[in-house]
């Protein structure tokens, strides 16, 4: 069990082994300008050989150039806090699987990055199959309904502007996959469990690993307590690097969320408690203004 779960860890970081021989044919990055609060636009958005990444704080940057989740990235405090929006060109011939080696070159020379790799015990949240029957419905439909989605496809975000009306968040993961969390309750549709395990994260409070074995993509519905939701929006917002009111913060201290612990077990899946080596990429200089395009 130890060994599968180290190769679980170590997948993502051996990806971001080769270094960056690809660059951008243009490309700008600036800070972020101010966005109403109630629908913001985040993440990549792709339209031919245009890039697009609009308001994400350059962890994010970071994480998504060497393939890795977003808390194998440490640094300065302001990683997480100041927010920038990248324009580029596709150079002809390349795809958009190159963007995070493109995206190695530009962070490097645009931000005088340095950069060094270590590894760090830090407590998890192991993702398993629990007591059967297990009770996910597989996604229906079309050919790549079993492709798992990558985690670096479109990603556009609504919140507090749910499909249904519903005061929540919305997010589009491309590729026909969503989630929507709105009133207590996470509606999930044709997610693969890395993608659901990256994404759920982001409402807790450690890194979830995925050891399911599952290789389907899967719709599911969890619902949590209204004091439970409450917490995990407050704490998607730290992980983003938003800054809080200390009231605020003070719903985090007890650090459970017991409704969705249960929600998953209904599903015939577990979140255990553990602690694991992790592989960490860590910022030792970085400029916080980026260089003139």
């Known amino acids: 069990m130890k060994t599968i779960l180290l190769a679980a860890l170590s997948a993502g970081f051996l990806l971001a082994q080769a270094p960056p021989d690809r660059k951008f044919e243009v490309a700008s990055i600036r800070p972020s300008q101010p966005t109403e609060l109630d629908r913001v636009g985040i993440g990549l958005h792709l339209d031919g050989a245009q890039v697009r990444i609009n308001a994400l704080p350059l962890r994010d940057y970071i994480a998504r150039a060497y393939r890795l989740k977003l808390y194998q990235v440490t640094g300065p405090d302001w990683l997480t806090s100041e927010r920038f929006d990248l324009s580029a060109k596709l150079p002809e011939g390349s795809s958009s ?172 899946l577990k979140m255990e408690a553990r602690k694991a080596p992790l592989d960490m990429l860590v910022v030792d200089q970085a400029s916080k203004k980026p260089t003139e395009n």
């Open 97 to 268: 699987d190159q963007i995070p080696e493109m995206l190695q070159s530009l962070l490097t020379e645009r931000f005088q990055m340095k950069l060094h790799r270590d590894k760090k015990e830090l407590p998890v949240y192991a993702l398993i199959i629990g007591k059967p029957p297990l009770k996910l419905q597989e996604s229906a439909g079309d050919a790549s309904a079993s492709v798992p989605i990558k985690g670096d496809v479109n990603v556009a975000v609504s919140a507090g502007a749910a499909p249904s009306g519903a005061v929540g968040v919305s997010v589009n993961l491309g590729n026909g996959s969503y989630y929507t969390f709105a009133n207590g309750k996470f509606e999930i549709k044709k997610v693969g469990m890395a993608m659901l395990t990256q994404q759920l994260e982001r409402y807790v409070d450690r890194p979830i690993i995925d050891m399911t074995g599952l290789k389907g993509n899967y719709d599911l519905t969890v619902t949590v307590t209204p004091e439970d939701a409450q917490t995990m929006m407050i704490r998607a917002a730290v992980n983003a690097g938003l800054v809080l009111p200390p009231q605020a913060l003070q719903l985090l201290d007890n650090g459970s969320i017991p409704s969705l612990f249960d929600g998953m077990q209904q599903l015939g």
